[in-house]
């Protein structure tokens, strides 16, 4: 089947702009996960859906940031004011849900986000 | 939340051995550990998870000693296409409100 797809797969953008960054998790997967990845560094976890539900948004960067998940299958992943330091990769996985032995994540391959 | 600390880099030849550690000295009692793979360009990819123990798969084994503060990732004979990041993920069932993947270990296998 379909693995986790995200849009647009590059996206350049000026300082100061919006944008929108989608992920399509796998089919029947209820938990959806959102990371940063800086250019030669580690995966910053950000926020987790489990459904459309967020239990914590304490890890996304600051207020510019925000998520939502509707229908318990798409996501966004919204920057508002972007500014340079938000250049990175951005990465969305999916897992079947939470619980032993269903939290092995699936990720697509990312938006590469540039803020000029 | 238990963190993790791997080497940063390894170098290794083709057709060797790796085995990849990872210290997880506060592991809770319902914690699992995960290891996964990232190549350039691409979101990591699950390698292995476990308990305790041993686990085996068909492109690598787990070893968990007795105390689970630590695990170590083995990849038999590895080839040039091994060349990743490998990642050891510890995390909570049913809380998993928050990943910790690390830095990684830059894994370069040499012809």
């Known amino acids: 089947g379909a693995g986790v797809s995200q849009s647009p797969s590059n996206k350049v953008t000026e300082k100061g702009k919006d944008v929108e960054l989608r992920c399509d998790p796998i089919?029947?997967?209820?938990?959806l996960y959102w990371y940063r990845q800086s250019l030669g560094q580690g995966l910053e976890f950000l926020i987790y859906f489990q459904g459309n539900s967020a239990p914590d948004k304490s890890g996304l960067p600051s207020d510019r940031f925000s998520a939502e998940r509707t229908g318990g299958s798409v996501s966004t992943l919204t920057i508002q004011r972007t500014q340079q330091e938000d250049s990175a990769v951005y990465l969305c996985?999916?897992?079947?849900?939470?619980?032993?032995?269903?939290?092995?994540?699936?990720f697509g391959p990312g938006t590469r986000l540039l803020v000029l | 939340l238990a963190k993790t600390t791997q080497p940063i880099s390894m170098d290794s030849y083709e057709g060797q051995e790796v085995n990849i550690t990872c210290s997880h000295n506060n592991i809770a009692t319902n914690d699992y550990i995960t290891w996964y793979q990232q190549f350039p360009s691409q979101g990591p990819r699950f390698i292995i998870q476990g308990y305790k123990t041993k686990v085996t798969n068909e492109v690598a084994s787990l070893f968990i000693p007795a105390d689970r503060k630590s695990s170590t990732l083995s990849l038999p004979r590895v080839s040039l296409s091994d060349t990743a990041v490998y990642y050891c993920?510890?995390?909570?069932?049913?809380?998993?409100?928050?990943?910790?993947f690390g830095s990684g270990t830059k894994l370069n296998v040499k012809p």
């Open positions: 089919s029947g997967h209820t938990a």
């Open positions: 993920l510890v995390g909570e069932i049913g809380n998993f409100n928050k990943f910790y």
């Open positions: 996985a999916s897992s079947l849900g939470v619980g032993l032995q269903l939290e092995t994540q699936y």
